[in-house]
């Protein structure tokens, strides 16, 4: 079976899409230290920019890790999801899975943001008023994960409606 970009179907092509998404994430803020204190925010303004914001790179692994596996199953989707086999086998069933393990790292990513520093660190902000803050990549990347699942889904359902209907079966040729 030929690959064609045409055969490739509108979920296939948002679950690459959420991956690509997910992967440029990454480089855009995904831990911020903030401060409603004036002087306080003075301070903040004079660090190096990579000690006030940090991408998913500069943060934790909950941070970079989950946007990967979303972007290979994107990939793999859209090359081997008009496999029929593999489509029968379970892929649709497994990138379900992969999108539902990266949100659940993104998840406690968010629940663990302030590990990010140490025990001092935290003691320093918070004495300061100092908060640790989800950035916008954190954001973008957790809606790239949730649309890579709701997808995903709608893939299994799809799967399961294709496995219902009768093989296409290819002519035979005459032989005389």
């Known amino acids: 079976m030929s690959f064609s970009?045409?055969?490739?179907?509108?979920?296939?092509?948002?679950?690459?899409?959420?991956?690509?998404?997910?992967?440029?994430?990454?480089?855009?803020?995904?831990?911020?230290?903030?401060?409603?204190?004036?002087?306080?925010?003075?301070?903040?303004?004079?660090?190096?920019?990579?000690?006030?914001?940090?991408?998913?790179?500069?943060?934790?692994?909950f941070a970079w890790c989950p946007p990967l596996p979303l972007l290979l199953a994107g990939l793999v989707v859209v090359v081997f999801g008009r496999i029929r086999n593999l489509r029968v086998s379970g892929l649709p069933h497994l990138w379900l899975v992969v999108a539902a393990a990266a949100l659940l790292l993104m998840v406690l990513g968010w629940v663990t943001l302030d590990w990010e520093f140490d025990a001092d660190q935290r003691g320093i902000f918070d004495a300061a008023g100092i908060a640790i803050e989800p950035g916008f990549g954190r954001f973008l990347g957790l809606l790239a994960a949730l649309a890579s699942g709701v997808v995903a889904f709608l893939d299994v359902r799809a799967m399961r409606a294709e496995s219902r209907q009768p093989r296409k079966r290819a002519p035979r040729s005459k032989s005389r």
């Open 5 to 61: 970009v045409k055969s490739v179907t509108w979920r296939e092509w948002l679950g690459l899409a959420a991956g690509l998404l997910a992967l440029g994430s990454t480089f855009l803020p995904w831990t911020t230290l903030s401060t409603n204190k004036p002087d306080i925010e003075v301070v903040l303004s004079q660090l190096p920019h990579s000690d006030v914001v940090r991408d998913a790179w500069h943060s934790s692994f």
